[in-house]
C-alpha cells in the first residue's frame, strides 16, 4: 500500500516508496518531489482534487475508486483514499492511502466475459428450443438450428450428421456453404472410432479426418483465399454419441475456449431434440402397430364372419335352386342381401377409421362432420352435429375428444340399429363437454361395462388421460348417451 502525508494544500511532504512508484514512478527524486501540489504530479485527477480538497478542510474522507494512472508498463488502476487529519478542531494534513486494484479489475473482467459467455449460450440455447417447439420434420429443424448456430459463431459454412443405426456411418442430415461436389463425399462418412469415444469425450468431438479436411478446403474467404479453422463437437444425448456438428471459422479467426464451450452445450440440446424426435417416432410405430393389430381383430370379428355367412348362404341357396326348392332359395337370398349391407357398414366404419388424417386437416369439428357424412349418412342414419361456442383445443385434446366419438357412433351403428344419431360438442372457456346419442335399441350399462365391451374401457381410458369424466347412460329401448366432459388448455 502506498502512503503519503499532504498538507492542507494538498503538497506532498512524506511518502513511502511504494506510494512514490505507484503515483509518480521511480525517476522522480526526492528534491523534486517534496513540496509538489499533488495535481501536478497526477494531471489526470486535477479537477476531483480540487472538490476533494474542499471536502476533506470540512473534515469528511474521500475515496476514488479505480483512477487509471500511466505507468511503465501501461495503464493501471489504483483506489485512492484521502483522510483527513484533524488537530485542535481543525484540518492540519491528509493522510493519502494507493490501493493497487489490478486483480480486482481483472477479475471484474473475467466476470464480465463469463457473464457474456453466459448471456451468449443462454440466447443460444432460446434459440434452440423455440425451434425445437415447432411443428416441422426433423430435417428442417435441424437446419433451422444449423443456422442459428453458424450466425453465432460468426461463420457460413457448417453441417450437422447423424449416425445411421449401426453407428459405423455418419449420414449429412443439414448443411450450409457447401459445395455440391464436397456435399457428395462427406453425405455418408464411414467412423472408423470406437462409438463409446463419442459418449465419453469432452469438449471437440473425436476427429474424423475426412470431414475436417473436406471442410477447410472447401472454404473460401472471398479474397481467393481457401482454409479456415474447423471445430466439430458431438451431438449427444443421455450420454450417447448421436452425431457431429462441424463449424469452419473464415481464414485467419481461431476457434476460443467460449466458442468451443457454446458449440458444446448447443450440441448436447441439438442431441435432446434427436432424441426425442427418435422416440416420438418409436411411439408412432409402435401405436400403428397396436391400431393395426386391432383393427385386424375387428375384421376378423366383424368382416371375416359375415363374408364366411355369406359363403354359406350362396352355398345353400345353390344347393336349394338345384333342388327345387324356389321359395327357401329366396329366403336365403334375402338373408344374403342382409348380411352383405352390414358387411359394407362394418367396411366403412374400418376403412375410415384408417384415415386419421383428416383430423389435422380438419380440426375436430370439420372431422366429425366428415365421419357423419360418410358412414352415418350412408347407412341411412338421420345424423346431426351441433357446436356451440368457440374450439380452439391442444392436437392431443382434439384427438382423444375424436377417438371417443368415433367409438361410441361405431357403438350406435353395430349395436343400436338408430334411426338418429345427435353429437353435441359445447365449449365454454376451457371446458368441453362432448356427447353421443342415438335413439337406437339401448343397452343395461352394467351387463357390458363389467365385461369391458363396446370399447367402454377404451373410451373411459381415453378421457381419463385427458384429465376428464365419462358418462355412460342408457336402458333398453330408449337409446344410450355418451358423455365426456374435460378441462383443456387453451390451444
Given at each position: 500500500m502506498g502512503v503519503a502525508w499532504l498538507d492542507r494544500e494538498l503538497r506532498v511532504q512524506a511518502w513511502n516508496e511504494t506510494w512514490r512508484e505507484s503515483v509518480v514512478g521511480g525517476a522522480v527524486g526526492e528534491g523534486v518531489l517534496r513540496g509538489r501540489r499533488l495535481s501536478d504530479l497526477v494531471s489526470r485527477i486535477g479537477s476531483p482534487l480540487h472538490d476533494a480538497r474542499r471536502r476533506l478542510?470540512?473534515?469528511?474522507?474521500?475515496?476514488?475508486?479505480?483512477?487509471?494512472?500511466?505507468?511503465?508498463?501501461?495503464?493501471?488502476?489504483?483506489?485512492?483514499?484521502?483522510i483527513p487529519l484533524v488537530g485542535e478542531g481543525e484540518v492540519e494534513g491528509v493522510l493519502h492511502l494507493v490501493v493497487d486494484v489490478a486483480e480486482r479489475m481483472d477479475d471484474r473482467a473475467d466476470l464480465e466475459?463469463?457473464?457474456?459467455?453466459?448471456?451468449?449460450?443462454?440466447?443460444?440455447?432460446?434459440?434452440?428450443?423455440?425451434?425445437?417447439?415447432?411443428?416441422?420434420?426433423?430435417?428442417?429443424i435441424l437446419r433451422r438450428l444449423l443456422d442459428h448456430v453458424l450466425r453465432m459463431m460468426k461463420s457460413r459454412v457448417g453441417a450437422i450428421h447423424l449416425f445411421e443405426e449401426e453407428r459405423d456411418v455418419l449420414k449429412l442430415v443439414a448443411w450450409r456453404g457447401i459445395p455440391r461436389d464436397v456435399v457428395r463425399q462427406i453425405e455418408a462418412v464411414a467412423v472408423p472410432i470406437d462409438p463409446s469415444a463419442w459418449s465419453s469425450a469432452e469438449g471437440e468431438a473425436p476427429t474424423v479426418p475426412e470431414i475436417a479436411r473436406q471442410f477447410v478446403a472447401c472454404f473460401e474467404d472471398g479474397r481467393g483465399r481457401k482454409g479456415g479453422s474447423y471445430v466439430g463437437v458431438p451431438v449427444r444425448a443421455r450420454g450417447e454419441g448421436l452425431g457431429l456438428i462441424s463449424v469452419v471459422g473464415p481464414s485467419g479467426r481461431e476457434f476460443d475456449e467460449g466458442d468451443v464451450v457454446l458449440l458444446r452445450s448447443i450440441g448436447d440440446q441439438i442431441g435432446v431434440v434427436v432424441e426425442n424426435a427418435r422416440l416420438h417416432r418409436q411411439a408412432e410405430q409402435l401405436a400403428v402397430v397396436r391400431e393395426r393389430e386391432r383393427l385386424a381383430r375387428e375384421l376378423h370379428d366383424s368382416v371375416t364372419?359375415?363374408?364366411?355367412s355369406l359363403t354359406l348362404l350362396a352355398e345353400a341357396s345353390q344347393r336349394l335352386l338345384t333342388s327345387g326348392d324356389a321359395e327357401r332359395a329366396e329366403e336365403y337370398t334375402g338373408r344374403l342381401g342382409e348380411i352383405a349391407q352390414q358387411a359394407l357398414k362394418e367396411m366403412r366404419l374400418l376403412v375410415y377409421q384408417l384415415r386419421p388424417l383428416v383430423l389435422k386437416r380438419e380440426g375436430l369439428v370439420g372431422a366429425l362432420q366428415q365421419r357423419l357424412d360418410a358412414v352415418e349418412k350412408r347407412a341411412g342414419v338421420d345424423a346431426r352435429l351441433l357446436v356451440e361456442g368457440t374450439l380452439e383445443l391442444p392436437a392431443a385434446a382434439e384427438e382423444g375428444l375424436y377417438r371417443i366419438a368415433q367409438e361410441a357412433l361405431n357403438n350406435a351403428l353395430k349395436h343400436a340399429a338408430p334411426g338418429t344419431v345427435t353429437l353435441w360438442i359445447r365449449a365454454m372457456g376451457s371446458r368441453v363437454v362432448l356427447e353421443v346419442e342415438d335413439d337406437g335399441r339401448g343397452f343395461v350399462p352394467g351387463a357390458v361395462e363389467d365385461s369391458g365391451g363396446m370399447g367402454l374401457t377404451s373410451m373411459r381410458e381415453r378421457a381419463e388421460r385427458l384429465g376428464g369424466s365419462f358418462a355412460l347412460i342408457s336402458a333398453p329401448g330408449r337409446g344410450t348417451r355418451v358423455r365426456v366432459d374435460v378441462e383443456v388448455e387453451d390451444g
Open positions: 478542510l470540512s473534515g469528511e474522507a474521500v475515496h476514488m475508486e479505480e483512477v487509471p494512472f500511466e505507468g511503465p508498463d501501461g495503464t493501471c488502476f489504483q483506489d485512492l483514499h484521502f466475459r463469463a457473464l457474456l459467455s453466459y448471456r451468449r449460450e443462454l440466447s443460444a440455447l432460446r434459440d434452440v428450443m423455440s425451434v425445437a417447439a415447432e411443428s416441422l420434420e426433423l430435417r428442417d364372419q359375415s363374408l364366411y
